[in-house]
Every structure is written in structure tokens, then in C-alpha cells.
């Protein structure tokens, strides 16, 4: 998820992340979700900690990789990623 990341941010936005999605959270800049905006990342416990990350996109949505589905766009209102949801940070 993380490389996806930062695969994407650099082909979209110019910007260099680093490699981990523990590392993105720390580079970035944390706001409250009702701020989110397009390109803000969203950070997840999936398995302890910082362990997933996916680039908001708009109206609750926001696009991520998963090792099971590959690249999707899931909703932060859903059950699992509303329960995993560990905070938003902005890089832009």
C-alpha cells in the first residue's frame, strides 16, 4: 500500500514520500478528517500501529492497495476502515 503511495503522490503531485506508511505519516502534516481534501493520505492499523495508507480522493472515498484486492477505492465510512482508521495528514 505504502509503495503505491508513493508511486502515486510522485507521478500526480511531484512529491517524493518515503517508503513506509509509517514514514509517510511522519513526514506529513496531521489534520482533523472533517478537513480532508484530494491528495491528503489516510493512515490505518491494520495489524499494529501505522500499517496502511491510502490517498484521499473525495466524498469519504480514498484509494489504496491491498495485498488480497489490489488497487481499490474504498469508503472511510465503512465498518472495517471506520474501526481502523488511525488519523490524516497532509503533504501538499
Known sequence: CSAFV??????VFAVQ???TAREQRSVSTSIEPQELREGDL???NTRGGVSHVGVYLHNNKFVH?????GVMISDLNEEYWRRKFLGAGRIL
Open 6 to 11: 508513493q508511486t502515486l503522490m510522485l507521478g
Open 17 to 19: 514520500l518515503p517508503r
Open 42 to 44: 489516510v493512515f490505518f
Open 65 to 69: 492497495a491491498s495485498t488480497s484486492g
